[in-house]
């Protein structure tokens, strides 16, 4: 499957999924005008790698300084799908980035955690 990079905007992040080497990062602010219309050819893209894959190791690195409610929609339908996944026998390693001193984008992992319980979720603080 060909690779889909997405230059980081001023309101949205950069996007740089390698599905050869089943790695997949998504890095930057995320406040697009209209996050259906930016996630939503995404994660169908993503959907689709996942459908090829059998007991993939794959990983994830998701560093977000900001994302607005709309985002986090988006996001979480990302996270849905690399969850069902890894509940089909696949691994899936997220890598969470975050600023040390950034208690919102932390807390957002930790419900990640708990929300999607069939990830392999690894939290980083970055310190600036």
Same mark, same amino acid.
């Given at each position: 499957? #060909?690779?889909?990079?997405?230059?980081?905007?001023? *309101? +949205?992040? #950069?996007?740089?999924?390698?599905? @050869?080497?089943? *790695?997949?990062?998504?890095? /930057?602010?995320?406040?697009?005008?209209?996050?259906?219309?930016?996630? /939503?050819?995404?994660? =169908?893209?993503?959907?689709?790698?996942? @459908?090829?894959?059998?007991? =993939?190791?794959?990983?994830?690195?998701?560093?977000? =300084?900001?994302?607005?409610? +709309?985002? *986090?929609? %988006?996001?979480? +339908?990302?996270? #849905?799908?690399?969850?069902?996944?890894? %509940?089909?026998?696949?691994?899936?390693?997220?890598?969470?980035?975050?600023? #040390?001193?950034?208690?919102?984008?932390?807390?957002? /992992?930790?419900?990640?955690?708990?929300?999607? /319980?069939?990830? @392999?979720?690894?939290?980083?603080?970055?310190?600036?």
């Amino acid at each position: 499957m #060909e690779p889909l990079f997405i230059a980081a905007s001023p *309101t +949205s992040p #950069e996007v740089d999924f390698r599905f @050869d080497q089943h *790695t997949l990062s998504i890095k /930057g602010e995320s406040y697009p005008e209209n996050a259906a219309a930016f996630y /939503g050819p995404v994660i =169908a893209r993503v959907k689709a790698y996942l @459908d090829q894959c059998s007991d =993939a190791e794959i990983t994830v690195h998701v560093s977000l =300084a900001y994302f607005n409610s +709309s985002s *986090t929609k %988006m996001l979480f +339908s990302f996270f #849905e799908a690399l969850n069902e996944a890894a %509940m089909a026998g696949n691994q899936v390693r997220l890598n969470w980035y975050h600023d #040390e001193d950034d208690d919102t984008i932390l807390e957002f /992992g930790q419900e990640l955690q708990d929300d999607f /319980g069939a990830l @392999d979720f690894h939290d980083h603080a970055v310190s600036n």
